[in-house]
C-alpha cells in the first residue's frame, strides 16, 4: 500500500494535569502525577511545531460538588479558581489551547472530559467536528478515570486514540485498576504508545495506518 500523507488533524490532548492529581499537596494526589509534565511539554511542543490543535480538560468542582465525601468517593480536590484546580507549575499551557472545565455544577461528577466546556460553552466535540480532528494523542491523570472516559469516549466517536502512557499516571485505588482500564481501552482500539515515539514521527498518520 502506498503511504500518502493524510489530511487529518490531529490533537493533543491532556487531561486534567492539574495540581490536584499532579502535586504531593494536591486534594487528590496520584502518585507519580508531578513526571506527566516533562513529556506533556515535549507532546505539546511538537504538536505546536507540526501545527496540531492543542487541549486540555480540567476539574473545575464547586465547593460543595457530591462528588466529594460524605456524598461522593473523593476528597475535595480540583475546586474552582483555587491553586488545587491550576494546571501544574512547569506545565506549557499555549495561549492558543482549548481548555474543558468539567464537574462544575453540584451534581456533576465530570469524569468525562466531553462533559467539559470552554469559557466561551464550547464542548469537545464542536472542536474536533469544527476542524476536522481525525487522530489525538491522550495523556494524563487519571488512567483509571478521566484519561479512560476520555479514550472510549473519542474512540466511539470514531477517532483514532494513542494513549500516550509514559506521560500518564493511575489513581489505582484497587491493584491492577490501571491495567484493567488498559485492557479496556486497548479492547475498544486505543494504541498506547511512548512520548519519544510521537517526537519520532512513528505515528504520522499515513493511509496505511
Ligand atoms: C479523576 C478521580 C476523581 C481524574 C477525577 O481526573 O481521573 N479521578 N476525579
Redesign the pocket.
Given at each position: 500500500m502506498i503511504n500518502k500523507p493524510a489530511t487529518g488533524i490531529t490533537m493533543v490532548f491532556g487531561?486534567?494535569p492539574q495540581n490536584c492529581?499532579g502535586h504531593p499537596n494536591g486534594g487528590?494526589y496520584v502518585k507519580g502525577g508531578e513526571k506527566v509534565v516533562e513529556p506533556g511539554n515535549k507532546l505539546i511542543a511538537y504538536g505546536l511545531e507540526n501545527d496540531y490543535l492543542i487541549g486540555f480538560s480540567c476539574?473545575w468542582h464547586p465547593n460543595n460538588s457530591d462528588?466529594f465525601k460524605p456524598i461522593g468517593p473523593?476528597p475535595r480536590?480540583?475546586v474552582a479558581g483555587t491553586w488545587d484546580a491550576e494546571f501544574l507549575s512547569g506545565l506549557n499551557v499555549p495561549a492558543t489551547s482549548y481548555i474543558f472545565r468539567k464537574g462544575t455544577k453540584k451534581h456533576e461528577h465530570g469524569?468525562d472530559p466531553f462533559e467539559g466546556k470552554t469559557d466561551d460553552g464550547i464542548g469537545i466535540e464542536n472542536v474536533l467536528v469544527h476542524f476536522g480532528v481525525e487522530k489525538i494523542f491522550a495523556w494524563g491523570?487519571?488512567i483509571d478515570?478521566?484519561?479512560k472516559a476520555f479514550v472510549l469516549h473519542a474512540l466511539k466517536l470514531g477517532y483514532k486514540v494513542y494513549l500516550v502512557i509514559d506521560a500518564s499516571r493511575s489513581?489505582n485505588a484497587n491493584l491492577g485498576d490501571e491495567q484493567k482500564a488498559i485492557e479496556e481501552m486497548e479492547a475498544t482500539g486505543v494504541k498506547l504508545i511512548t512520548t519519544e515515539e510521537v517526537l519520532n514521527g512513528k505515528f504520522q498518520t499515513t493511509l496505511a495506518d
Amino acid at each position: 500500500m502506498i503511504n500518502k500523507p493524510a489530511t487529518g488533524i490531529t490533537m493533543v490532548f491532556g487531561v486534567d494535569p492539574q495540581n490536584c492529581f499532579g502535586h504531593p499537596n494536591g486534594g487528590l494526589y496520584v502518585k507519580g502525577g508531578e513526571k506527566v509534565v516533562e513529556p506533556g511539554n515535549k507532546l505539546i511542543a511538537y504538536g505546536l511545531e507540526n501545527d496540531y490543535l492543542i487541549g486540555f480538560s480540567c476539574d473545575w468542582h464547586p465547593n460543595n460538588s457530591d462528588h466529594f465525601k460524605p456524598i461522593g468517593p473523593w476528597p475535595r480536590h480540583g475546586v474552582a479558581g483555587t491553586w488545587d484546580a491550576e494546571f501544574l507549575s512547569g506545565l506549557n499551557v499555549p495561549a492558543t489551547s482549548y481548555i474543558f472545565r468539567k464537574g462544575t455544577k453540584k451534581h456533576e461528577h465530570g469524569y468525562d472530559p466531553f462533559e467539559g466546556k470552554t469559557d466561551d460553552g464550547i464542548g469537545i466535540e464542536n472542536v474536533l467536528v469544527h476542524f476536522g480532528v481525525e487522530k489525538i494523542f491522550a495523556w494524563g491523570i487519571a488512567i483509571d478515570y478521566c484519561v479512560k472516559a476520555f479514550v472510549l469516549h473519542a474512540l466511539k466517536l470514531g477517532y483514532k486514540v494513542y494513549l500516550v502512557i509514559d506521560a500518564s499516571r493511575s489513581v489505582n485505588a484497587n491493584l491492577g485498576d490501571e491495567q484493567k482500564a488498559i485492557e479496556e481501552m486497548e479492547a475498544t482500539g486505543v494504541k498506547l504508545i511512548t512520548t519519544e515515539e510521537v517526537l519520532n514521527g512513528k505515528f504520522q498518520t499515513t493511509l496505511a495506518d
